[in-house]
């Protein structure tokens, strides 16, 4: 019998459902070795790409992978180099990555709004974009992006601190489909910015407003009131402005609310915290409310009561916090926490963290530093069990988990 040739044998699309059968990456390269045909399916079909590439370079990866949807030229923060990437490259992606949805710059330090820019002009099918710590960008260029990136659905600007309300003006007009925002540290965004971006957007699921110091109660209740049946996630850290009128303001409109950071709000006080825990009973996740000074037992006992899916409570610096919180859960109460961190909470004893564990047996880290009644020593002598998949951490050598970050 002649031997038959495999090229001849299979079509194009055969040969991809083969490819699409390995596993690994590797796997893959390896397809592409066999011949010129194999190479080219291979690349074609490719469809996240991350690099570290000049112009030229850029240009022919572009040329090979002529299907990429997903681009990452992240930096790290501890790795960047400077210029690394540069308008000349945004300049060659905008023009020969044209099918592309996912674009992470995250600490591209060397970019400006002329580079943004070009995406605005080319990208239109564009739904992630990542500029955090891109220092040099301001509204010009992200209005760009907006203008032409109408199907935007998440935006990371975390450390744009050039950005203003101007820019939230723009996404509202132009990008309503947008779900996430991150505006971590944009000190210039103000509470009629957050207004005018819930005019337009009206989907938003996660808003990251981390120290943006000038937001207060009027911009939080804006966003509450305008997305309220699809926000999720909430981050107010260090927002000193933001009192009970907000987190009011959350319960009554937000009944799907997962996560809510508002450490550093040192105005919140236990009638904000009560209606929250009654309102998201069923769905809160998440909560953070380190250094909310006025924050006492009651409420916490409350949200500990009514929160049945909570996994992750941060009570860091609650110094009105006692173990009384702990010992009025009755009998019916089991815990469903995962994460627990009540560093400094100097009211906090060996009796308290043992009537935690009666009520909680998933913990799976247990911050307890800086509580002068609260040992290794002194647990051990009172005969506390912990999980056995909990990290206790007593003096800050364990790796702290980031879903309260």
């Known amino acids: 019998m002649a031997s038959v040739c495999v090229n001849d044998a299979l079509t194009d699309d055969e040969l991809r459902w083969i490819l699409s ?29 991350a690099a570290r590439a000049g112009p030229h370079m850029l240009g022919r990866l572009a040329s090979r992978f002529t299907r990429i949807v997903e681009l990452d030229l992240s930096q790290s923060v501890s790795r960047s180099f400077y210029p690394g990437v540069t308008d000349s490259d945004l300049a060659v992606i905008a023009q020969g990555f044209k099918c592309l949805r996912v674009l992470n710059l995250h600490t591209c330090k060397g970019i400006t709004d002329t580079g943004l820019a070009s995406i605005g002009r080319c990208l239109s099918l564009l739904q992630f974009l990542d500029v955090s710590y891109c220092r040099k960008l301001s509204d010009k260029g992200l209005s760009a992006v907006a203008q032409g990136c109408h199907d935007l ?3 990371h600007l975390a450390g ?13 007009e132009r990008c309503r489909d947008l779900e996430a925002l991150g505006l971590q540290g944009c000190t210039n965004i103000t509470d009629s910015g957050l207004a005018d971006l819930v005019k337009g957007c009206r989907k938003i699921k996660a808003l990251d407003i981390n120290k943006c110091s000038n937001v207060g109660d009027a911009g939080v209740s804006s966003v509450a009131k305008a997305c309220a ?16 009128e907000s987190v009011s303001s959350l319960a009554q409109f937000c009944k799907n609310l997962e996560t809510l950071i508002i450490g550093g709000c ?14 998201c009973r069923d769905g809160l996740k998440n909560l953070r409310m380190d250094w909310c000074l006025n924050v006492t037992d009651s409420s916490l006992t409350c949200v500990l009561k009514q929160c049945k899916s909570l996994e992750a409570l941060d009570i860091g610096c609650c110094e009105e916090v006692t173990d009384n919180a702990f010992r009025d859960l009755g009998s019916e109460d089991v815990l469903g926490l995962k994460v627990l961190k009540v560093s400094n909470c100097p009211k906090i004893t060996v009796a308290g963290i043992g009537k935690l564990l009666e009520k909680c ?11 002068p009644h609260v040992t290794e020593v002194r647990c051990s002598e009172a005969g506390l069990e912990f999980p056995a998949c909990c990290k206790v951490n007593f003096s800050g050598s364990l790796t702290e988990p980031d879903v309260l970050l």
């Open 229 to 244: 049946s699809s926000l999720k996630t909430l981050k107010l850290l260090d927002c000193y402005k933001v009192r009970d």
């Open 361 to 371: 047996s998933s913990l799976e880290y247990l911050d307890v530093r800086s509580l």
């Open 266 to 279: 040192r105005d919140i006080s236990d009638e904000s915290i009560v209606l929250l825990a009654d309102s």
């Open 21 to 49: 059968r390995l596993d690994t990456d590797k796997d893959k390269e390896v397809f592409g070795l066999v011949c010129k045909r194999w190479l080219y399916l291979q690349s074609t079909d490719r469809k996240k790409l």
């Open 153 to 155: 659905r998440a935006l």
């Open 160 to 172: 744009c601190r050039f950005i203003t309300d101007e820019t939230l003006k723009s996404l509202s």
